[in-house]
């Protein structure tokens, strides 16, 4: 884990706002890589299935393994999506997103009210996202299943938790209400239909395995990664409660890439609304040493080692420290 460093040349406060202005531009992105990778994706998900049929089973595990890589890049481009970073055109970004969010159970609108509430008021009692993690009056033993349920069950586990968030949002527009509710009918619409067509043609193999054995372990991979950016910290703000990684190796560079940098957590927590190709450049800006922050780690697996020695307990947020200080 390596310290918060400075930036070579700190700019004066002009410079600064003219930076966060450029970083804000979503012009730039290579907006070619989400449709290039649900190439790639489909392509292997049937490559699994035709591996499978023809018993070449190990080639099959390998199809899975790269199918639930991509299935993670997929669901960070969701996340990208909520946002409204993930295409510079608003009807293309609201578009994929519907897409994607319908793919893992969890509108794009569901998704977009109850992360901003994350956003908001990150590791509070009021992060819905993060419930019991966030909630002192749960106890122990229910936060340790609420955790095996969402790192083993992810892909089941994390539409209910969207699902009680956005129910406890009782201040919602009338017109977001109406559109969770048409973006619910649309995605059981969608699935009834895939689900007739595949009974029909007796399609259930092909399902199970080219869908979802990669997208029950993508689900998986995102629930850890959500552990690894937040689970386990006490902090009270943004940089304090999210765990940043920065790995200059070719490989870590490369995964980071692959993934929307999603690693550069806490400069995603200061800046939304950055498109995910500028979060490298702005995070030494936003780590520059001048705030309290949790220390950036050098890779995954460092920030993983870290995280997994607090799921004994599993918690997040600085309310933790104070209701420990009141018994």
């Known amino acids: 884990m390596s310290q918060t460093t400075t930036p070579d040349t700190t700019p004066n406060a002009a410079e600064l706002r003219t930076l966060i202005k450029r970083w804000h531009s979503n012009e730039g992105g290579a907006h070619w ?92 009692d009021k992060d819905y996202e993060f419930w019991p993690f966030v909630d002192t009056r749960v106890s122990l033993g229910r936060r340790r299943l609420a955790a095996a349920s969402e790192l083993l069950f992810g892909f089941f586990h994390s539409p209910l938790v969207f699902l009680r968030g956005v129910l406890k949002m009782h201040d919602l527009p009338t017109r977001q209400k109406v559109r969770i509710a048409l973006e619910y009918a649309l995605m059981i619409g969608m699935w009834v239909a895939a689900f007739v067509i595949i009974e029909r043609n007796d399609w259930w193999t092909a399902f199970l395995v080219g869908y979802f054995v990669p997208a029950f372990l993508t689900g998986n991979v995102q629930a850890l990664n959500r ?77 993983a080692k870290e995280m997994v020695r607090t799921l004994h307990d599993p918690r997040i947020g600085g309310q933790w420290e104070k209701s420990a200080a009141t018994k």
């Open 33 to 124: 890589v989400h449709p290039l990778s649900t190439l790639v994706h489909v392509g292997f998900m049937a490559a699994a299935v035709w591996t499978w049929n023809h018993e070449l089973w190990p080639l099959t595990v390998g199809c899975w393994f790269i199918c639930t890589l991509i299935g993670h890049a997929k669901v960070v481009a969701f996340h990208e999506a909520s946002h409204g970073t993930l295409h510079p055109r608003p009807l293309v970004n609201e578009f994929q997103g519907i897409m994607l969010g319908n793919l893992i159970l969890i509108p794009l609108s569901v998704y977009r009210a109850v992360h901003a509430h994350h956003h908001a008021y990150i590791s509070s």
């Open 227 to 303: 552990y690894i950016e937040h689970m386990g910290l006490v902090g009270n703000t943004p940089l304090t409660n999210t765990r940043t990684v920065v790995d200059k190796s070719l490989l870590g560079y490369a995964l980071s890439w692959t993934w929307l940098h999603i690693d550069y957590h806490g400069t995603h927590h200061r800046y939304a609304k950055i498109p995910y190709y500028h979060l490298p450049e702005a995070t030494p800006h936003v780590y520059d040493g001048s705030t309290p922050a949790v220390p950036i780690f050098s890779s995954y697996w460092e920030a």
